[in-house]
Structures are given as structure tokens and as C-alpha cells.
């Protein structure tokens, strides 16, 4: 992999292909509900089309083809005169208009619809051949059923909503009626069950960020399973800060037993060695004895109590001065003069000096035994990437995978001085307190690369 791609992306070992949709749990539950609601309600719907809605409109077919029979029979059987008062009546009291059917009559076919087209079909087969079934006669809406009686036609007029379906209107209506409910419910579900949980996750973030405290669970939760989830949270964040206190408490007081029985050994040998060399040499082991207690207490160190805008070259300038006259480290820094950083500014100082330190010891270069130091910040969608490379033997594959693992120690390429192996480390772990991430690789052209992320900020 090359290096944007590590810098954009922080993980070497994850591709962008490979990762799955980012999808809250929240969303993930109110999709699952709705599509369970939707597909209930398709259910539902087809049940009643089957079992209540068409029989129901077949049942109304028939009953307008028993009063289409009885008023052909009726008709039949009624002199002239009653047939007059017939037809009145059924016109008056049942909204049923008899009219003569002409042969030139203008005729427009019931049935736009496939329930339409079969109830028809069911009227025709009760009321026998010839029955015609019209959504409208000469321009005149309605239902119109033409029956023959004798030599005689007769057209019969009623109301056409008998046979139609319900109104689209209303069933628009109630569906996004009970559509809205549905949905608001699922939210309302989806909800109750992803708070918590979302409480929980920010809770254990910030526990993983060694705030212990901060962020205390509800133990009177409504749900039991819950309840009992946040208080083992709460007594467990608990125990984490008794120990943490007691670690803090532990490496301090190993300090200051440890500084000052080297401090009275060093003015003893200053003091009572009188060959000079030694005399150096013993200091020497006293000097790297102090510097890996401080390496120790560096990596215990707990997380920077502010972060907050830091201008990266003025911190840089104080990391870099006192190498600036050392004929044998050269180091050419490409940052610009405002650029600034979400940090802490004795914090990003160490991983700075750390990272120098690393290069001058093991990053001398194979040709002339000079470290050459490269550092270069651009900014990338909000982000600066910080590169730190140096121009030495760089190190194994196998090395590099343990590079940032506590008091591991590279191969001989890179530790011809001694250490605690903890510089890498150090730097890994302070750039994730500040938000920030850290990975180091061999660069194609040489060398070994440190790369950090920081968020931009701008001036406080």
C-alpha cells in the first residue's frame, strides 16, 4: 500500500471495498419494522380482498340480478295500466328507471377494471344470453342492465356504485393514515430500543479514552436487562479508576524512589571515581537510567487534561532547536507558517522530540552516517498529515508489524543504541489521547516513515 493511502485512511490493512455500510442501529430497527408493517399490511389487505371485499361485491351482483328478474317478471305479468304505475314506483322508491331500448343507442361497456369485467360476467350469467351490462346509454352515466322482454327491450337504470369498488380517495387515505401511525410506532420502538444502547457506546468510548468518570449509565432503567447491563458498567468504569489512581500513585512513587538513589550515586561518582573516562561512562549508565524512567512514566502518563488550537511550526522550531548546530542531523521541515492543529502543546512536543530522537539514533544513513530528517504537513479534507521520514536502513517487514508494541525492540539495523523500547510506543498512544492517528511503514524510497492525522483547527 502506498502512503495517501495509509494517510487517508489510518488502516493499512482495510479496504475501502471491503468495508460494510455504515448504518445505525436506530435505522436498522425502523427499516425492519416498517418492512414488517408493510409486509403485514399487503397481507392484510389481500386476506380482505379475498374473503370479504370481492364476495361481498359478487353478493350485490346477484341481488341487482334478482331485482333486474323481478322487474322483468313483473312487467310481464302487469296489464297496461299497472305497468304504468309499476315503473312509477320503481322509479320513485328504488331509483330504478325503465326505458326502451332502441337499436341505434349509444353504448359504452361496464366494466374499466378486472373486478368490474367479472362482475358483469356474473350478472350476464344469471339474467341468461342477450343481458347487456353498460356504464352508460346515449351519453348518460349509470348502471344500465338490457333485458328483453318478449319481442320488447328495456333498458334498466340504477345507481352504478352498487357494483363499483370502494373510492381509490379512501383507501389513498386510511392507507397513509394507518402508514403514518405504522411508521411513527416503528420510530418510537426503534428509538426506545437504540437509546440506551447509544448510551452505552458513547459510555464505552469514553471509558477507552480513560475518561472513567465521566459518563456514569442510569441505573433505575425501566427494562430489567438494561438495568442490570448499566450498573455492571457504572461498578466496572469504578474499579477502572481505583486502578488507574492506584497505577498514577504506583509510578510515582517508584520515581521518586528510583531519582534519588541515582541522583546520590551520581554525585558519589563525580565525587569519588577519579579516572575521568570512567567517571563519564558511569554517568552515562546513571543519564540512560533516569531517561528510561522517564520513558516509563511518558507512556503511563494520563491523557492531557486540554486540547485546543496549536500552531505545528512554532512547536516544531522548539522540538528541532537544539539539533539545528549538530553538523550530523539535518533536518528540512515543509509545514506551513499558520497551519494549526487540534493538540496539546507539551504533549505534541514529546512525540516530536520522540520521533527525533528515534531518527538520530537509527536513521543515519548507510552512505555517509548523517540523519537526514524530512518533516511535511498538508492539509487533506479538514485533517493535516503530519510525515516525519528519516533516510536510514529502514527495518524488516516483520519488525515493522511490532514497531509500536510496549518494549519491543527492532532488528540490529536500527538499535545500535540502547533503549527501553518504548519511543514508538510513547508517540502511538499520545497521538490517539489527542484524536489524532499514528502508523509508521518503510518508505519506497528509503528510509522509515512515521505518519500522523490530526484534526485542523483554527487560531484560539
Known amino acids: 500500500m502506498n502512503a495517501p493511502d495509509i494517510a487517508l485512511h489510518g488502516h493499512p490493512s482495510i479496504k475501502p471495498s471491503a468495508r460494510r455500510p455504515n448504518v445505525s442501529l436506530f435505522w436498522r430497527t425502523f427499516f425492519l419494522l416498517a418492512l414488517l408493517i408493510l409486509c403485514s399490511s399487503l397481507a392484510w389487505l389481500q386476506l380482505f380482498r379475498k374473503q370479504e371485499y370481492e364476495p361481498r361485491i359478487l353478493r350485490n351482483a346477484h341481488q341487482i340480478a334478482t331485482v333486474v328478474n323481478l322487474t322483468r317478471t313483473a312487467l310481464m305479468h302487469s296489464d297496461a295500466i299497472a305497468r304504468v304505475s309499476l315503473l312509477k314506483t320503481l322509479a320513485d322508491e328504488e331509483a330504478v328507471n325503465i326505458q326502451t331500448r332502441e337499436p341505434g343507442d349509444q353504448i359504452e361497456p361496464f366494466g374499466a377494471s378486472a373486478i368490474e369485467k367479472q362482475l358483469a360476467s356474473e350478472m350476464v350469467k344469471r339474467l341468461g344470453k342477450g343481458t347487456v351490462v353498460a356504464a352508460s346509454v346515449n351519453g348518460v352515466a349509470g348502471l344500465w342492465v338490457g333485458f328483453a322482454i318478449e319481442k320488447d ?125 570512567t567517571r563519564e561512562l558511569m554517568a552515562g549508565d546513571i543519564a540512560q537510567l533516569d531517561q528510561i524512567i522517564d520513558k516509563f512514566l511518558d507512556y503511563a502518563r494520563p491523557e492531557p487534561t486540554h486540547l485546543g488550537p496549536v500552531l505545528l511550526s512554532g512547536v516544531l522550531s522548539r522540538c528541532i532547536a537544539p539539533w539545528r548546530h549538530n553538523p550530523r542531523f539535518e533536518i528540512s521541515v515543509d509545514v506551513a507558517e499558520d497551519l494549526h492543529v487540534k493538540a496539546e502543546t507539551v504533549e505534541l512536543g514529546r512525540v516530536l522530540s520522540n520521533l527525533l530522537e528515534n531518527a538520530r539514533r537509527y536513521g543515519q544513513s548507510p552512505s555517509d552516517g548523517v540523519t537526514r530528517v524530512e518533516i511535511v504537513a498538508r492539509v487533506h479534507e479538514g485533517w493535516v498529515l503530519l510525515r516525519v521520514r528519516d533516510q536510514g536502513p529502514g527495518v524488516s517487514e516483520e519488525t515493522l508489524k511490532n514497531l509500536t508494541q510496549p518494549f519491543y525492540r527492532g532488528d540490529t539495523a536500527r538499535t545500535s543504541a540502547t533503549g527501553s523500547g518504548l519511543g514508538l510506543a510513547i508517540v502511538e498512544r499520545s497521538v490517539q489521547r489527542m484524536g489524532g492517528t499514528f502508523s509508521v511503514f518503510n518508505n519506497s524510497a528509503g528510509g522509515l516513515m512515521a505518519l500522523m492525522k490530526f484534526k485542523q483547527t483554527e487560531p484560539g
Open 153 to 277: 327491450s328495456y333498458w334498466l337504470q340504477m345507481d352504478p356504485e352498487r357494483l363499483r369498488p370502494l373510492s381509490d380517495k379512501g383507501w389513498l387515505v386510511w392507507l397513509s393514515i394507518a402508514a403514518v401511525l405504522s411508521l411513527s410506532g416503528a420510530a418510537v420502538m426503534a428509538g426506545l430500543i437504540n437509546r440506551p444502547l447509544k448510551r452505552l457506546s458513547y459510555a464505552a468510548s469514553q471509558v477507552r479514552e480513560g475518561h472513567f468518570n465521566t459518563s456514569t449509565l442510569d441505573e433505575f432503567a425501566a427494562t430489567s436487562e438494561i438495568r442490570e447491563v448499566n450498573i455492571g458498567f457504572n461498578r466496572m468504569a469504578e474499579r477502572l479508576a481505583k486502578i488507574e489512581a492506584e497505577r498514577a500513585l504506583m509510578l510515582a512513587g517508584i520515581s521518586h524512589d528510583l531519582r534519588t538513589p541515582l541522583a546520590r550515586l551520581r554525585l558519589e561518582t563525580e565525587l569519588s571515581v577519579s579516572d575521568a573516562e
